[in-house]
């Protein structure tokens, strides 16, 4: 059951035609940085990492608003849980497609990324590692806030007030990740959150 | 506990409740601020500007216990289905948002003569800072929920997230801290060793803000009931008359 929801989750967003959206934005917030604080290579270099990590975790919450909130409107979610099909289930099939959907793409996007800031190889190698331990948490978080948000005017703003003071761990250990320890605490608080996040999820999915 | 979540019952113990919790609060924080602001002797160190912790301290207890207090109103909303739980995480949530806000400005004032500077990125400034957001959050995710209609389970559930993770947060801003910069300042030292004469109106004033907490959480408990229910006649009157 778990493959046939992940299977269809993954169809609809490899069909959908925003699904370049996300690493697009991912680049563009990469090339902005060099015009905002100027083309100095150093300087570039050695905030690399936090731009790209703030970049991911923008484009982790682009889609937030198509997650689960069609799903809601059109009765789907509701047809699942007729059929008796566990919720936890559904949100944990859509943390996996979303994880693919946004984190795959944006780590092939990371070299481009990494050639306009300048970053060496060696940095971006771990950096990728980083973005590899840290996304499924971003992808976890993004699930949880489209479920809390899901029928709500104006979800996508709200969605974003939620998840970033809740990223922060991810964020603080990923750029950190030059550091020893930094790449297991990341792992550990992608566990905690791939392990909350869809009964979070689908505690708020869950019909009143 | 379900004895009290009766509405009813709540609102006659609320009544009589409500102007003993404020004037004992009033009274404990002007005893508090007055011994602080005039009567007590300056710091030997801080001078003058430690008075400011006569403020800031009860603001950052009620900050931090206002979010336990929303964590815990949130479950017990959403174990138990009290709808006086779910109006209590409502009334508690500005009031504990207001008293960060209030740690944060403080303290930041405080930051100025003593540090040099309004704001370092400190682990605990930066603790107390993101609590704030997390409070934020949760209001906007609470209005707007509000005004859809329905039991806020959403708003409750975002509160429990939020605690599960405040920990995380914590350890993780003191790993960052460390991380980037040695901790030249340190705020426990300041109130490690602290004399009588300036603990009194300290303790006081923690009393009175909690007092005033409560008493304010009390006040909106009440006008939230009272609305429900000038919401319910109007209803039941549109009715009669269509």
């Known amino acids: 059951m778990l493959w046939a929801l992940f299977r269809r989750d993954l169809l609809l967003i490899a069909r959908s035609p925003a699904i370049w959206l996300p690493v697009m934005f991912f680049v563009l917030v990469a090339a902005l940085f060099p015009f905002a604080v100027g083309p100095d290579a150093r300087l570039l270099a050695r905030i690399a990492p936090g731009i790209i990590w703030v970049a ?153 | 506990m379900h004895r009290y979540a009766n509405p009813t019952r709540f609102l006659k113990i609320a009544r009589v409740a409500t102007p003993i919790v404020a004037l004992l609060g009033l009274a404990l924080t002007a005893a508090g601020l007055w011994i602080g602001l005039f009567a007590s002797p300056p710091d030997y160190q801080q001078g003058e500007s430690v008075r400011i912790m006569y403020v800031h301290v009860p603001a950052a207890w009620l900050g931090a216990g206002g979010y336990m207090s929303l964590a815990i109103a949130s479950a017990t909303a959403l174990i138990w289905r009290h709808p006086l739980a779910t109006i209590a995480a409502r009334a508690i949530a500005p009031a504990g948002a207001a008293f960060t806000a209030i740690c944060l400005v403080s303290g930041s004032l405080w930051g100025k003569p003593t540090w040099g500077t309004y704001w370092v990125w400190d682990a605990r400034l930066t603790s107390m800072l993101v609590l704030l957001f997390l409070y934020l959050g949760y209001l906007a995710l609470s209005a707007s929920e509000a005004e859809k209609g329905g039991e806020q389970r959403g708003a409750a559930i975002l509160a429990l ?82």
């Open chain 2, 161 to 242: 997230v939020g605690v599960i993770n405040l920990p995380i947060i914590k350890y993780s801003v003191e790993w960052w801290n460390t991380l980037h910069q040695g901790s030249s300042i340190s705020v426990a030292n300041a109130s490690s060793k602290i004399a009588p004469e300036l603990l009194t109106p300290l303790l006081l004033s923690v009393a009175g803000f909690s007092f005033l907490f409560g008493a304010i959480v009390l006040m909106r408990m009440r006008a939230m009931l009272a609305w429900a229910r000038v919401d319910a006649r109007s209803r039941r009157m549109a009715e009669a008359l269509a």
């Open chain 1, 56 to 208: 991911a975790l923008l484009a982790s919450l682009l889609p937030v608003e198509t997650l689960l909130a069609p799903d809601v409107e059109d009765g789907s979610i509701d047809q699942l849980i007729a059929r008796g099909i566990a919720l936890e289930l559904v949100c944990a099939a859509r943390i996996a497609a979303h994880w693919l959907g946004f984190a795959v793409p944006l780590l092939a996007a990371l070299p481009v990324a990494g050639v306009l800031l300048g970053l060496d190889a060696a940095t971006g190698l771990r950096l990728g590692l980083a973005l590899l331990l840290g996304t499924p948490a971003l992808a976890s978080l993004a699930v949880v806030a489209a479920a809390l948000t899901a029928g709500l005017k104006g979800g996508g703003a709200l969605a974003g007030l939620i998840v970033l003071p809740l990223a922060l761990p991810v964020l603080i250990f990923g750029v950190g990740s030059d550091v020893a320890g930094a790449f297991r605490l990341l792992g550990a608080a992608s566990l905690v959150a791939l392990a909350v996040g869809p009964f979070a999820a689908a505690a708020a999915l869950k019909p009143e």
